[in-house]
């Protein structure tokens, strides 16, 4: 299995990562401390830095204005658009893009329609199908841990309705992309019931040049529907906003199905600080580069197996039983993802501040050091 080439097992290399824990930092059989440090989240893909100061200030500045409807959706719809080089029509709010992908995948396969998506991907595309309405088919990664596009598209030819295409690029949970070039093909001759959602949640993280966005296509596609996401590099998931960009006249059909002043006011206010606040996007790409760093030193040195990311967060091998692991990071005040089936054998960890990801290595190295990993 070609996942398995990223292995480097060995006893010597536990062994190794253990003798090198200073005193402090061994905490294997240490009393309970008087005020255990409080938990850390690595388990939901948000940004340990919080949100941009000029986002914070924003909402400050905004309380005055709480007593009334939103205003602020059109500057930030235009304030989208010209980030992008596409126009306001093209953008459509969501509190979260998981507002966006609901609205889209109603629009898309609804009525008695087909949704083709990864196994394993993230989750809630599927969800908003909801239990019984449409005919879901899940198509495994490759060995290589990339959507299988053929075998994608063999399940969108037999579909004799609407078909919607769920693509997640980076994919969450496994961390890893899909050639944008092999997307644009699929697209290019794909017909119009066949839609396309691409999820592009991580597109800030990702720095491998052969990877591109699929904005390229709205504005000749209807089919086409990028989504995108503050909760990411803006920090903001407390917060709610995401968005997608689409042809105009799709853009409007899911508009139809969205909830009026579906993003509130805080959320339009911050998120137009935050896309001024290039400063602090770079900061946040910054961090998690430094708490990967810190994370794939130790799988490194503790030989575990990490799938290779694009993301800010990281998918490793876990050797016994997945969510025993789980509960024992969290007494060790640290929470780590939730299991992503098939892939029960790994688990996946977000990346955060990197005294926190210190923390995440030292658990692993202690695990080790009890045999349970
Ligand atoms: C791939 C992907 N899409 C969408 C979302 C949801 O983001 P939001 O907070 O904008 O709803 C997530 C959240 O983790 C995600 O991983």
């Known amino acids: ?78 304030a989208l658009a010209a980030t992008h080089g596409v126009r306001s029509e093209n953008v459509i709010l969501g509190a979260g893009s998981t507002e966006v992908l609901k609205m889209a995948v109603e629009a898309f396969a609804r009525p008695a ?114 989504a995108r996401t503050f909760s990411k590099v803006h920090g903001m998931a407390g917060i709610r906003l995401g968005y997608g960009i689409a042809h105009p006249d799709t853009a409007s059909r899911l508009r139809r199905l969205q909830v009026r002043n579906n993003a509130n006011h805080f959320a339009l206010v911050a998120g137009r600080a935050s896309l001024e606040d290039s400063e602090f996007v770079r900061r946040s790409i910054a961090v998690n580069e430094r708490g990967k760093r810190i994370a794939k030193d130790c799988f490194n040195d503790l030989g ?29 005040g640290i929470r780590v993802g939730r299991p992503f089936p098939p892939m029960l054998e790994y688990n996946r960890v977000s990346i955060g501040l990197p005294e926190e990801m210190e923390r995440f290595a030292e658990a692993l190295r202690v695990f080790r050091q009890s045999g349970w990993i």
């Not at 080439?5 to 190794?16: E, K, P, R």
């Not at 019984?132 to 088919?137: D, F, Q």
């Not at 053929?150 to 309705?161: F, I, T």
């Open 1 to 78: 299995m070609q996942r398995r080439t990223f292995v480097q097992t060995g006893l010597s290399a536990g062994l190794l990562g253990v003798s090198g824990l200073s005193a402090r930092t061994r905490p294997a059989q240490a009393a309970p401390a008087a005020h255990p440090p409080a938990e850390i989240r690595l388990s939901s893909n948000e940004n340990p830095l919080g949100i941009s100061p000029r986002a914070r200030q924003a909402i400050l500045s905004g309380m005055a204005d709480a007593n009334r409807y939103p205003q602020a959706r059109a500057p930030l719809i235009e």
């Open 113 to 226: 329609g087909r949704l083709v998506l990864a196994s394993p991907t993230y989750e809630d595309a599927e969800w908003y199908a909801g239990p019984g309405n449409l005919e879901i088919a899940k198509v495994p990664l490759t060995p290589d841990l990339a959507h299988d596009l053929d075998a994608m598209r063999k399940e969108a030819v037999s579909a004799s309705g609407p078909v919607c295409v769920y693509l997640c690029n980076p994919n969450n949970p496994t961390g890893t992309l899909t050639p944008s070039d092999a997307i644009d093909d699929w697209i290019a001759s794909a017909p119009e019931h066949v839609s396309f959602i691409v999820d592009e949640a991580y597109f800030d993280f990702v720095t491998d040049p052969s990877y591109h966005t699929a904005l390229g296509w709205i504005t000749e596609r209807p089919n086409v529907l990028v």
């Open 304 to 332: 575990i197996e990490v799938l290779p990311t694009h993301t800010n967060f990281l998918m490793h091998r876990i050797e016994g039983d997945l969510r025993r692991h789980i509960v024992r990071m969290r007494e060790r």
